[in-house]
């Protein structure tokens, strides 16, 4: 089945920094990759997903890139914001066929 | 307003006092779902249910059991929870499209924080 690695497992930045948060997946066939951030004390929630017909997708500071030969997808976030701070889990599936599996999330800390 | 809804929020019990948490979505979505988290793990899938009477195990279906005789309600039942069953749960369903195509995209329960003395 599939295995998704997420790392870091905590990251903190300064306000106005990038952050990257990187996951690696393990089946080939999987094609959906969505990126959910969970607030202190909240539920998850989708925030920016992409498929594997594409490389990239950018929703305002927010953006994922899939690379399909290396097996691993990223998420951007631009100029951060102390809001910003949160767990963020990536997850992959087969869309259709197969449940969501998640990485092990990023705690992410954005200093003001 | 489109939700998925669990209850209780919070619920200390004891070791092997049997105990049931309901989550019903009312989006009409076929498939329902039932993670653990826990830190330093992330989300854990117990079970999961494509449709109604059709359940398969997640990747930690060891002491938990569910049943979807109607396809809003997925509830989740520990027979005889143990301590290392206490964690945060969330439930989770997702729609197909009109295709039939599952849509993975899924929405969240508010959680359910279960402590096990």
């Known amino acids: 089945g599939e295995n998704v690695e997420q790392h870091p497992s905590t990251l903190s930045v300064q306000e106005g920094d990038s952050a990257v948060i990187k996951c690696t997946y393990s089946d080939s066939a999987s094609n959906y990759f969505p990126w959910y951030k969970q607030e202190l004390g909240k539920r998850p929630q989708l925030i920016i997903d992409?498929?594997?017909?594409?490389g990239e997708k950018k929703d305002q500071r927010i953006a994922v890139t899939l690379n399909k030969t290396a097996k691993h997808f990223s998420l951007h976030i631009t100029e951060t914001q102390p809001e910003d701070s949160a767990v963020y889990f990536c997850?992959?599936?087969?869309?259709?066929?197969?449940?969501?599996?998640f990485g092990k999330g990023t705690r992410l800390s954005v200093i003001a | 307003e489109a939700q998925v809804t669990q209850n209780p929020r919070y619920l200390i019990t004891v070791t092997g006092k049997k105990l049931t948490v309901t989550c019903s979505q009312n989006m009409n979505h076929e498939y329902m779902s039932w993670y653990r988290q826990d830190p330093g793990l992330g989300l854990r899938q117990i079970y999961y249910s494509m449709n109604v009477e059709v359940t398969d195990k997640g990747d930690v279906p060891e002491g938990y059991k569910v049943s979807r005789k109607e396809k809003r309600n997925f509830p989740l039942i520990l027979e005889s929870p143990s301590p290392n069953q206490t964690s945060l749960y969330f439930c989770?369903?997702?729609?197909?499209?009109?295709?039939?195509?599952?849509?993975?995209?899924?929405?969240f329960g508010a959680g359910t924080r279960l402590s096990v003395l």
């Open positions: 992409i498929r594997s017909n594409v």
């Open positions: 997850a992959a599936c087969h869309s259709g066929n197969t449940p969501l599996v």
């Open positions: 989770a369903s997702s729609p197909r499209s009109p295709s039939g195509v599952l849509k993975n995209i899924q929405y």
